[in-house]
């Protein structure tokens, strides 16, 4: 952790994690929400992820597809990422 102090005030630096885009890992979770592998793999390879896209823009992403391809696996993969 960094302390900075700009124009009299203290800040704290919050240093994030650097993780890359790993296609396996989002596949994973969203097996996890209960999506068959058929249905993973189509929202996995649909998604384009671009430099510096948020990972609340990828959720919504891949909840929007759920929401269409499979809403039971939609409802879990919403309440999960939300307790996060």
Do not use: F
Request: glycine share 8%; hydrophobic share 45%; no cysteine.
């Amino acid at each position: 952790m960094n302390i900075i102090i700009i124009g009299g005030e203290m800040m704290v630096k919050l240093i994030k994690r650097g993780d890359k885009y790993k296609p396996a890992k989002l596949k994973a979770s969203i097996m996890k929400a209960g999506a068959n592998s058929s249905v993973a793999n189509t929202i996995v390879k649909t998604i384009k992820v671009k430099q510096g896209m948020s990972t609340l823009h990828l959720r919504k992403l891949v909840l929007a597809k759920l929401l269409k391809l499979a809403p039971g696996a939609a409802k879990r993969y919403r309440a999960h990422k939300k307790r996060r």
